[in-house]
């Protein structure tokens, strides 16, 4: 069974920036991974994608504030996030295409 560990949640201040990490206990080099997120109250929705050849898709809401990136010697995607607002409030869940998703880590923004 892979796993998908996320880490980096936390609480941040408006305009406050955090990042993510998600790291894989198998190689993710073949695979598109992303991030996707679940506010309270709210269905889960995709945030970031990243595909093995680089390609990106981004959710309208974040984009231009948030980046994925990935490290395949480490087997490691990040979330990279800029200018945090109050909605960016949720659960984030690291995917993978072929392994689904991770527990999840917090991330809160609030003053």
């Known amino acids: 069974q892979v796993q998908l560990v996320e880490s980096g949640g936390g609480l941040v201040q408006p305009g406050g920036s955090l990042t993510l990490s998600c790291a894989a206990s198998a190689s993710i080099l073949p695979y598109t991974m992303g991030w996707d997120r679940q506010a309270p109250g709210k269905s889960r929705e995709l945030v970031a994608r990243?595909?093995?050849?680089?390609?990106?898709h981004y959710a309208d809401s974040i984009k231009g504030r948030f980046t994925i990136t990935r490290d395949n010697r480490k087997n490691t995607v990040y979330l990279h996030m800029n200018n945090l607002k109050p909605e960016d409030t949720a659960v984030y869940y690291c995917y993978s295409s072929p392994w689904g998703w991770g527990q999840g880590t917090q991330v809160t923004v609030s003053s």
């Open positions: 990243l595909s093995q050849d680089y390609n990106t």
